[in-house]
Nanobody
Framework: QVQLVESGGGLVQPGGSLRLSCVAS????????IAWFRQSPGKEREGVSCISSSDGSTYYPDSVKGRFTVSRDNAKNTVSLQMNSLTPDDTAVYYC??????????????????????WGKGTLVTVSS
């Protein structure tokens, strides 16, 4: 079965940076997207990035655009999320998820919606001074 494991969460000061990683195992298909989401108490789960396994195309919502960067290392089955200029509003549990696709297509915003086929357990990011 597919397993996703996030790592890299922790405590960081406002304005600081943090890099999260998601390692995937057991993927049966080449065509999928890896998405990052976050959820804080009292809020809905929010997509923060998507990346296509086929062409590497990405999508970011306005809330993180210009601050977050997602990248992939296909050889290591790893997707990373580089987060810069962090604020307390970025405090949340961050999850990675995978959505299977029937064919390779460029990333689309809807792929960042929380409708994944597989989920990781999450890693906590706390931005505080």
């Amino acid at each position: 079965q597919v397993q996703l494991v996030e790592s890299g969460g922790g405590l960081v000061q406002p304005g600081g940076s943090l890099r999260l990683s998601c390692v995937a195992s057991g993927l049966p298909l080449d065509n999928y997207v890896i998405a990052w989401f976050r959820q804080s108490p009292g809020k809905e789960r929010e997509g923060v990035s998507c990346i296509s396994s086929s062409d590497g195309s990405t999508y970011y919502p306005d809330s993180v655009k210009g601050r977050f960067t997602v990248s992939r290392d296909n050889a290591k089955n790893t997707v990373s999320l580089q987060m810069n200029s962090l604020t307390p509003d970025d405090t949340a549990v961050y999850y990675c998820g995978i959505r299977k696709l029937t064919r390779p297509v460029p990333i689309r915003p809807l792929f960042c919606e929380p409708r994944m086929d597989y989920w990781g357990k999450g890693t906590l990011v706390t931005v505080s001074s």
